[in-house]
């Protein structure tokens, strides 16, 4: 049991995602309008995203790096709708444990030090720290839909995180709009990458196109 998971970004039309690029070439809000549409309450974003949009600019740091050691979470309260973080090694502060309505979810791994899940259970911040040697992705989404009631989740990036669900084949649709403009710069991520070179394609099966405005909102079934 794991919750449905659609991957929705916003990109030019040679596929970069940097936020203050397609800030600039999109129309009103066309994003957000189609983010509504999928019925996805909760969302879930990488560490850089987190940190560029949410999180504090200081880390976090100890005196006691004592790993958390094993799968545990903490539910702060069960809610409808969250702000789900990916850290792996908690290096995340932050200064609300809600945004927009959506409470803070952060997810880590057993080797991050338990004084910072102490640190988020003190904010009222709800945790999930699982998998050793780095986040084990589909157990978190066994956790986040049997402990916190997650049903539908929006995953917005980065393009590193979009490809760690791809490569974890945890993800169930992909909804892509490509806004009015082309980037054009190099080593400027894309909206999945990160992936082995070996790797082969992922064929996807086309389930709508729909214009809004200049932009294009197309959706995509694994």
């Not at 600039?24 to 189609?34: K, L, P, S, V």
């Not at 050691?69 to 290096?91: F, L, N, P």
């Amino acid at each position: 049991m794991r919750p449905y998971i659609i991957c929705h970004m916003i990109a030019s039309v040679d596929g970069r995602i940097d936020c203050d690029m397609t800030e600039q070439i999109e129309g009103d809000n066309e994003y957000y309008e189609a983010l509504d549409e999928l019925h996805c309450p909760s969302m879930l974003m990488g560490r850089v995203t987190m940190q560029m949009h949410y999180a504090s600019d200081e880390l976090f740091t100890t005196t006691d790096a004592t790993p958390i050691g094993h799968e545990s979470y903490h539910i702060t309260h069960r809610d409808c709708s969250y702000c789900i973080a990916i850290d792996t090694m908690g290096k995340l502060q932050w200064q609300r444990n809600e945004f927009d309505g959506q409470s803070l979810l952060v997810i880590t791994s057993q080797d991050c030090p338990r004084s910072y899940h102490s640190r988020l259970t003190e904010q009222g911040i709800s945790w999930i720290a699982v998998g050793e040697g780095g986040i084990d992705l589909r157990r978190a989404m066994n956790l986040l839909r049997e402990h916190f009631g997650v049903e539908r989740l929006a995953v917005t990036g980065g393009g590193h995180i979009n490809g760690a669900f791809l490569a974890a084949g945890l993800l169930d649709e992909v909804s892509c709009m490509i806004a009015p403009g082309i980037d054009g710069r190099g080593n400027m991520t894309a909206v999945f990458d990160g992936l082995h070179s070996d790797k082969q394609p992922t064929r996807l099966q086309l389930t709508s196109v729909r214009q809004m405005g200049d932009t294009v909102w197309i959706r995509y079934k694994l």
